[in-house]
Every structure is written in structure tokens, then in C-alpha cells.
């Protein structure tokens, strides 16, 4: 797309000396395409447990609340949707909130990052029967913003518990070159195929969209993974095979963080 300006120089009598300036701005238009569709999905996502937790709760006013079970059984069906909503209106303000790097960076212990996310996913991994295997030096440490560190490390877990099969596992390791830690989080589940493979960062994009609703996901995990990584100067990249797993493998400078963290 191309936007221009015209500025007229100078008029002769036989002549007009025209300035005309074009603008490449197809980056810009594709930006405020992306945030349009933004605020379109936030809107639609928003709405969906609104609307199921006033039109259960108006029933149940109607009179269902007279049977004990529909009252329970709605009851924790608007319990379910208000948690699910908190934790959209969560991401979507982590999601938006800009980076100004004004973080404090410190020294965390990624097996400890990565104990407390498990000990937080205890239930649904005993539900699921899975086994989990961490392989990570005790005294490997990482110069990092813990928060947004914690939050990718939670991210990848809560899929590689969520979309895995029962009995299966979830194996977590941490190695480093010279430069960075390679935390890999993969499982057994799934897996992604092939073509989904390339959009599982965008925000709202899911493979399944009821699957994923069903376990309380907003669809915005991985695009908060992916923001959080780039910030922190890292990469995050993805194998998956479908019916077999899925592995994510994100890289982090070990100490040379992004500049404006480093004071
Ligand atoms: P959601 O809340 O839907 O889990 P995410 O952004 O975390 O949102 O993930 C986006 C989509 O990527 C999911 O809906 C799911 O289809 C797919 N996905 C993410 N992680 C995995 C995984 N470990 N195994 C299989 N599919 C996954």
C-alpha cells in the first residue's frame, strides 16, 4: 500500500513544479489490520462467557433454581465461565501492556521457575496419570525478569499437561551453550499438524477452538509466550508430529539480556 503527499513548488506561467512523496506504508496498514482484528476477537471472546453466565443466571432466577441439582449444575457452570473470564482479561492486559523495560532483571534458578509452575499443575497432571520427568542442573541459573520467565515456563507446561494424552509425560530439560539456555518442554500428546504449526503463535489462533474453551484456555498462551520470549531476547521454535507430541524449545540469553533490562 502506498500513501502520498503532493506539494506544489513553484507556479510558472507555462508550468507547475510539482513535489510528489510516496510513503510505503504496507507495514503500517498490516499493524492496524492485526490490532482491528484484535479488538474484534477480545470482543467476541468477552462476550461468550458474559453471555453464558447472565443467561444461566437469569434462568436459575426464572425459577430452576428451585431444583437443587440444575442450581448446582448452573452454579458451577457460572462459576466456571467467571474464572475463565479473569483469566482472559489476564492475558489480554499482559498482552497489551507495553514493554518498557523498566523490569528489574535477577537471577533465578530455572529448576525452582520450573518446580513451582508443576507443583501449580499438580491436580490435572494426577488426573491424567502423566509422568513427569525435569532434567535440570540444581545450580543452572539464568539473569532474567522473573515474571515474564515464570510465565513461559507456565505457559508450555499448562499445554504440555493440558494437551496430552492420559498415562502420558511431560519431560522438561535445561542445558546451555556458551551464550543461552535451552529449556525444551515436550510431550506426548496431541501434537500439531503440520499447517497449524506456523500460526500456533497468533493471538486467538487455536487448532480446535471447542477443545481448547472446554479446558478454560483463552487462546492467548502461546502468543504470550511468544511475546514474553522475543522481549527477553530469546527464540521459541516447535516439532510436533500429530497423534505423537509436541516439543517447544526456547532459547534465553543467559546473562546478556536486552539492554534497557540490564540496569
Ligand atoms: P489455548 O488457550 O487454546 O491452549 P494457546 O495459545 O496456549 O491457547 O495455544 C494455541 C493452540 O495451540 C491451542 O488451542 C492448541 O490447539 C495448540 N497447542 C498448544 N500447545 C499444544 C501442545 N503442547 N500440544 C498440542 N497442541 C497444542
Known amino acids: 500500500a502506498v500513501d502520498a503527499s503532493v506539494i506544489a513548488l513553484n507556479r510558472g506561467t507555462d508550468h507547475l513544479e510539482v ?16 490490532q482491528l482484528d484484535f479488538v474484534g476477537n477480545v470482543s467476541h471472546e468477552l462476550k461468550t462467557p458474559v453471555t453464558a453466565i447472565s443467561g444461566f443466571a437469569e434462568t436459575l432466577l ?4 428451585d431444583d437443587p441439582a440444575t442450581l448446582n449444575q448452573f452454579l458451577q457452570i457460572i462459576f466456571d465461565e467467571s474464572t475463565r473470564l479473569t483469566q482472559l482479561i489476564t492475558d489480554i492486559l499482559t498482552l497489551s501492556r507495553p514493554d518498557t523495560g523498566q523490569a528489574q532483571a535477577t537471577a533465578v534458578k530455572v529448576a525452582e521457575v520450573v518446580q513451582t509452575a508443576l507443583v501449580n499443575l499438580r491436580k490435572p497432571i494426577e488426573e491424567k ?7 535440570i542442573p540444581d545450580d543452572l541459573t539464568l539473569t532474567t525478569v522473573p515474571v ?3 510465565q513461559v515456563v ?11 494424552r492420559n498415562g502420558g509425560k511431560v519431560t522438561v530439560t535445561a542445558t546451555t551453550d556458551d551464550k543461552s539456555l535451552l529449556l525444551s518442554v515436550a510431550d506426548t500428546g496431541i501434537g500439531i499438524a503440520e499447517n497449524d504449526q506456523a500460526r ?11 477443545r481448547s474453551r472446554h479446558n478454560g ?3 492467548l498462551g502461546l502468543a504470550i509466550v511468544h511475546d514474553m520470549v522475543l522481549q527477553l531476547g530469546g527464540e521459541v521454535s516447535l516439532s510436533s508430529q500429530l497423534g505423537v507430541g509436541t516439543t517447544f524449545v526456547v532459547s ?12
Open 62 to 65: 426464572n425459577g430452576a433454581k
Open 154 to 164: 507456565r505457559n508450555l507446561l499448562n499445554n504440555a499437561v493440558f494437551y496430552n
Open 217 to 219: 484456555g483463552t487462546g
Open 252 to 263: 534465553l540469553p543467559l546473562a546478556d539480556l536486552p539492554t534497557f533490562y540490564k540496569d
Open 19 to 34: 513535489l510528489v512523496m510516496l510513503y510505503d506504508v504496507t507495514y503500517l496498514r498490516q499493524v492496524e489490520q492485526m
Open 148 to 150: 515474564k520467565f515464570s
Open 200 to 210: 500456533i503463535f497468533e493471538r486467538f489462533y487455536r487448532v480446535d477452538k471447542a
Open 129 to 135: 496419570n502423566l509422568t513427569l520427568e525435569t532434567i
